[in-house]
């Protein structure tokens, strides 16, 4: 089954703007060949900038934003939210090419996007929907819109056409786990101990979107902690964090930034970083249990 049908039944200009993240996708799948290398600039957060960043960012702003297919889009390329002429009140908030640093290893990388009404600097549970693609040996599409976790595939003839419905979080041991050991804050400590002691095994890749693709199919945990030097992590609550959270708990799972359920954050700024834990409840439930 095509992305189209099966979007079929949700309000209209979300169809649309899915549809249209969609399409770029499909570019950005082609560009990376025409696209290699860095840019000279870096972003807000002091990261250089690869090619294909800035190039899928002014994608998405002409495709989504200058098109009228949202009102507001935030950016993780862009300093501040933009604001279109546009009939709905749709607000995306988007990385645009996550885990671009491995690029230049040929790895996976991917979209990230998430989906509100009325702007965008709003908890995640108040999300109306995310998906993401990631880039990999196929490029594959995931969307949550409040009614279950879906999965498409980039065919030959250029079409999403349906892999996997209504997916649900693995149950397997696996462990993903950013920043160095030797920055870890106690509790952080205690909870990679043990996992490690229960059999845990280690799976990170470095990109944040197929790192929790793998976690979302096989189980386990994923996480970015708060660590000396930086306790509110490195990851984005808004462009990063909160749409896969919203997407791993529509599939059974949950996320936290150690402390509370991560969705019912507000943002006080569209730059603003979180702790992130993702995974299988039991995980999730673990970190947030252990004494602070
Ligand atoms: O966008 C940030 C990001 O590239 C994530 O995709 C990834 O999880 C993380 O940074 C990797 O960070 P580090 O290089 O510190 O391991
Ligand atoms: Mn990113």
Same mark, same amino acid.
Not at 96 to 108: A, E, F, R
């Given at each position: 089954?095509?992305?189209?049908? $099966?979007?079929?039944?949700?309000?209209?200009?979300?169809?649309?703007?899915?549809?249209?993240?969609?399409?770029?996708?499909?570019?950005?799948?082609?560009?990376?060949?025409? $696209?290699?290398?860095?840019?000279?600039?870096?972003?807000?957060?002091?990261?250089?900038?690869?090619?294909?960043?800035?190039?899928?960012?002014?994608?998405?702003?002409?495709?989504?934003?200058?098109?009228? +297919?949202?009102?507001?889009?935030?950016?993780?390329?862009?300093?501040?939210?933009?604001?279109?002429?546009?009939?709905?009140? +749709?607000?995306?908030?988007?990385?645009?090419?996550?885990?671009?640093?491995?690029?230049?290893?040929?790895?996976?990388?991917?979209?990230?996007?998430?989906?509100?009404?009325?702007?965008?600097?709003?908890?995640?549970?108040?999300?109306?929907?995310?998906?993401?693609?990631?880039?990999?040996?196929?490029?594959?599409?995931?969307?949550?819109?409040?009614?279950?976790?879906?999965?498409?595939?980039?065919?030959?003839?250029?079409?999403?056409?349906?892999? @996997?419905?209504? +997916? #649900?979080?693995?149950?397997?041991?696996?462990?993903?786990?950013?920043?160095?050991?030797?920055?870890?804050? +106690?509790?952080?400590? =205690?909870?990679?101990?043990?996992?490690?002691?229960?059999?845990?095994?280690?799976?990170?890749?470095?990109?944040?979107?197929?790192?929790? $693709?793998?976690?979302?199919?096989?189980?386990?945990?994923?996480?970015?902690?708060?660590? @000396?030097?930086? =306790?509110?992590?490195?990851?984005?609550?808004?462009?990063?964090?909160?749409?896969?959270?919203?997407?791993? #708990?529509?599939?059974?799972?949950?996320?936290?930034?150690?402390?509370?359920?991560?969705?019912?954050?507000?943002?006080?700024?569209?730059?603003?970083?979180?702790?992130?834990?993702?995974?299988?409840?039991?995980?999730?439930?673990?970190?947030?249990?252990?004494?602070?």
């Amino acid at each position: 089954m095509h992305l189209s049908k $099966h979007l079929e039944g949700y309000d209209k200009d979300i169809v649309e703007a899915v549809l249209g993240i969609a399409e770029v996708s499909k570019a950005i799948s082609r560009g990376f060949i025409t $696209h290699q290398g860095k840019a000279e600039s870096d972003n807000i957060y002091g990261e250089q900038q690869a090619r294909m960043d800035v190039w899928a960012d002014g994608l998405f702003i002409k495709e989504l934003g200058e098109s009228g +297919l949202v009102r507001y889009l935030a950016s993780e390329e862009q300093p501040e939210v933009m604001e279109f002429e546009s009939d709905t009140d +749709l607000g995306i908030s988007i990385d645009p090419l996550d885990g671009s640093s491995l690029l230049s290893v040929n790895l996976t990388v991917g979209t990230i996007v998430g989906i509100q009404r009325g702007g965008v600097l709003k908890p995640g549970n108040e999300m109306v929907g995310a998906m993401y693609v990631i880039y990999g040996p196929l490029t594959v599409l995931v969307y949550a819109l409040g009614n279950g976790v879906h999965e498409f595939v980039l065919n030959a003839d250029g079409d999403f056409v349906l892999r @996997r419905e209504n +997916l #649900t979080i693995g149950s397997e041991k696996r462990l993903g786990q950013g920043a160095a050991r030797n920055t870890y804050l +106690l509790f952080h400590e =205690e909870f990679i101990s043990m996992l490690e002691a229960d059999g845990y095994k280690i799976r990170f890749s470095g990109s944040f979107v197929a790192d929790v $693709h793998q976690i979302l199919h096989k189980g386990g945990v994923f996480t970015y902690p708060g660590y @000396r030097g930086s =306790e509110r992590g490195k990851l984005r609550l808004l462009f990063e964090c909160a749409p896969m959270g919203y997407i791993v #708990t529509q599939a059974g799972g949950a996320v936290s930034d150690g402390y509370v359920d991560l969705l019912t954050i507000q943002p006080q700024s569209i730059s603003e970083r979180a702790p992130v834990y993702i995974g299988g409840k039991r995980e999730i439930e673990l970190i947030m249990g252990l004494p602070k």
